[in-house]
């Protein structure tokens, strides 16, 4: 299996996800096992891309080991997954791209083209070049506050907008408990890409100081398009643990749609990184993640100036 998601096709064919709570989770070959009261499921590792441990569950050591070899992200979550406490190490072990996207947010003029990218990407048409950024962030307002009132009117249900209180679940309506649940999975999936890619889900171009920054930029480009119209449609059906249902259409909807081999060249997009620039590249330590790096190596200065004028300099 790859270390990275530079065989796109090969990972791409991989499931989404899956969420586990109240259970064991054991190695089993090539496979792990999830043992619940009602019986055990034998998973296939090299076909899952995230796997989200909710509450009441156990991990062993020879499980989270066949997991990180198989580039299988795992994330510790909250119950029905709508929370973040911890996730794994990323599959790629090169720092080639993190590198390239900490140049890009860390100059001004750099990060605020991504930034146009990013909300220029949302749109079908293309923008105008006279128009602000100012004037982008409030398109992208009324697209989707358009977007969220398209969704309700094709499910036939009254929308009051987006409104819950994190600390009790089950007082938001069943449309906004579904949106959140729906968000998840989405950002479950865009930190296994961003992770296995290489990249930092800290630095964020959009979104700025959250460890999960750069997973919130990525899956806003697509929550108007898919978690939206799935979300009011359960809402409508009324349908019964609704969160978990979410998952499942998502995670179904996530494989017809195939976001996951999406993620990876957008983001390239959005960053201006060619294909042939990711295919010639390569990861020189997926064999071999033990072995050394080169020591930097400084162009501008020479390492034979004497320490007290380095510092010195302004």
Not at 21 to 27: F, L
Not at 82 to 101: D, E, P, S, T
Not at 166 to 187: E, F, H, K, Q, T
Request: charged letters at 20%; a neutral charge.
């Amino acid at each position: 299996m790859a270390n990275n998601l530079q065989e796109l096709p090969r990972f791409g064919d991989r499931l989404s996800y899956l969420y586990v709570e109240r259970a064991r989770v054991d190695q089993d070959q090539k496979a792990i096992a999830i043992h619940q009261f009602d019986g055990t499921t034998h998973v296939p590792v090299a076909a899952l891309a995230v796997l989200m441990l909710g509450p009441g569950t156990t991990l062993t050591h020879a499980a989270i080991k066949c997991l990180a070899e198989n580039n299988c992200l795992v994330l510790w979550t909250g119950e029905n997954a709508v929370r973040f406490y911890a996730q794994g190490f990323g599959g790629a072990r090169h720092a080639r791209n993190i590198q390239h996207q900490a140049r890009l947010v860390s100059n001004e003029l750099t990060r605020l083209q991504v930034v146009i990218r990013m909300y220029c990407r949302r749109f079908p048409d293309p923008i105008p070049g006279n128009v602000t950024l100012q004037q982008l962030r409030g398109m992208e307002g009324i697209r989707v506050r358009k977007a969220y009132a398209a969704a309700a009117e094709a499910a036939g249900i009254e929308w009051h907008g987006r409104s819950y209180d994190r600390g009790n679940w089950n007082y938001a309506d069943p449309v906004n408990r579904a949106l959140s649940a729906g968000n998840s999975c989405l950002y479950g999936l865009a930190s296994a890409a961003i992770l296995s890619a290489g990249y930092s889900p800290a630095l964020g171009f959009i979104h700025v100081g959250k460890q999960l920054s750069f997973v919130y930029d990525i899956a806003d480009l697509y929550k108007a398009d898919y978690i939206f119209p799935v979300a009011f449609r359960l809402a409508a059906e009324k349908t019964p643990e609704i969160e978990r249902a979410m998952r499942l259409e998502c995670r179904k909807l996530f494989a017809q749609q195939k976001i996951i081999e999406r993620i990876v060249p957008d983001i390239a997009k959005l960053l201006e990184i060619s294909a042939e620039q990711l295919d010639a590249a390569g990861d020189p330590y997926a064999e071999d993640a033990s072995q050394p790096a080169p020591l930097w190596d400084p162009k501008t200065f020479s390492t034979e100036l004497p320490i007290e004028q380095i510092l010195a300099m302004k």
